[in-house]
């Protein structure tokens, strides 16, 4: 959850907006150590800081999966 916003009771357009702005907050990676990833559902705001670090502990499961299939991809 992202400040108890709960992913698995949104609706579609509510995940595009937080989608969106993931994404927007994700390309800001490249210049900044933290970012600020902010969207509003319904009529409440939310925000929240991540760390380039946290980021990348929360992906690097991921990462290595996706590391090891196109390894043996090739």
Do not use: H
Not at 42 to 50: A, E, L, Q, R
């Amino acid at each position: 959850s992202m400040n108890g916003l709960m992913i698995e009771t949104m609706d579609n357009l509510s995940l595009m907006q937080l989608y969106k702005a993931c994404e927007r907050g994700k390309c800001e990676f490249s210049t900044r150590d933290s970012i600020t990833v902010s969207c509003v559902i319904g009529d409440i705001p939310y925000t929240s800081v991540i760390s380039l670090d946290a980021y990348r502990q929360a992906c690097g499961e991921l990462l290595e999966k996706l590391k090891g299939r196109c390894a043996t991809a090739r």
